[in-house]
């Protein structure tokens, strides 16, 4: 079936540091979500992408869709002890009846 | 306030009791969503539903029963055959379309003892 995998699992990083998560789908995707959960939070909504290639930004946050839209980046510029927590990747299924979602990046930032 | 809301937040249970976790949405949304997450661990698809008396296994149904009777609740019951039912259990739903983002409930903590 369809898999969604993402590297690293885990990274530890100094606050001020930049830091990337990287999401693989073993299928196109017709488009892909992130989502980012605070420890012992519940996942909430940061961004949608659906044009190859396509880049979007949020502040010091940037997002990246591959041209084959098979693969997706988030990017954090220097980043804050409020950025941790784990960043899930997401894409729906071929029928589009539910979301497939990465296995996730736990982020842990030092002040 | 419109959302999702689950309860109870955090329930124990005695190994071999079924027990059922609450999911109700005010916000229209035609899909929903149950997710198990184990402590550091991604998001399992356990069951979902597209529309009012009809639903889907995800991919680890097993132990688990829904329903969904009315379009804004769609209540889980872990039964006494899940193996290893202590977990985080997340409810979420989604209007129709492939675009739409997916909104979640402030989870339910399960602990089996």
């Known amino acids: 079936g369809q898999q969604v995998m993402q590297i690293p699992q885990y990274q530890h990083v100094q606050e001020g540091e930049d830091f990337t998560t990287y999401c693989n789908s073993s299928?196109?995707?017709?488009?892909i979500q992130w989502y980012k959960q605070r420890p012992g939070g519940h996942p909430v909504f940061l961004i949608q992408?659906?044009?190859?290639?396509e880049v979007k930004k949020q502040k010091r946050l940037t997002f990246q869709f591959g041209e084959a839209k098979k693969n997706s980046s988030l990017h954090i510029t220097a980043t804050q002890t409020t950025d941790v927590g784990t960043y899930f990747c997401?894409?729906?299924?071929?029928?589009?009846?539910?979301?497939?979602f990465g296995t996730g990046t736990r982020l842990l930032v030092s002040p | 306030d419109g959302g999702i809301t689950q309860s109870p937040k955090y329930l124990f249970r005695k190994e071999g009791q079924n027990v059922t976790l609450s999911c109700e949405q005010n916000?229209?949304?035609?899909?929903m969503y149950w997710y198990r997450q184990d402590p550091g661990q991604g998001l399992r698809l356990i069951y979902y539903?597209?529309?009012?008396?009809?639903?889907q296994k995800g991919d680890i149904a097993e132990g688990y029963s829904v329903s969904r009777e009315k379009k804004e609740s769609f209540p889980l019951t872990v039964t006494s055959a899940q193996k290893n039912p202590t977990a985080f259990y997340l409810c979420?739903?989604?209007?129709?379309?492939?675009?739409?983002?997916?909104?979640f409930g402030e989870g339910s903590w399960l602990t089996v003892v």
């Open positions: 979420a739903s989604k209007p129709q379309g492939s675009g739409n983002t997916i909104y």
């Open positions: 299928t196109t995707l017709s488009n």
């Open positions: 539903s597209q529309i009012v008396n009809d639903f």
């Open positions: 992408l659906v044009k190859s290639g």
């Open positions: 916000l229209n949304h035609d899909a």
């Open positions: 997401a894409g729906p299924n071929t029928g589009f009846q539910k979301l497939v």
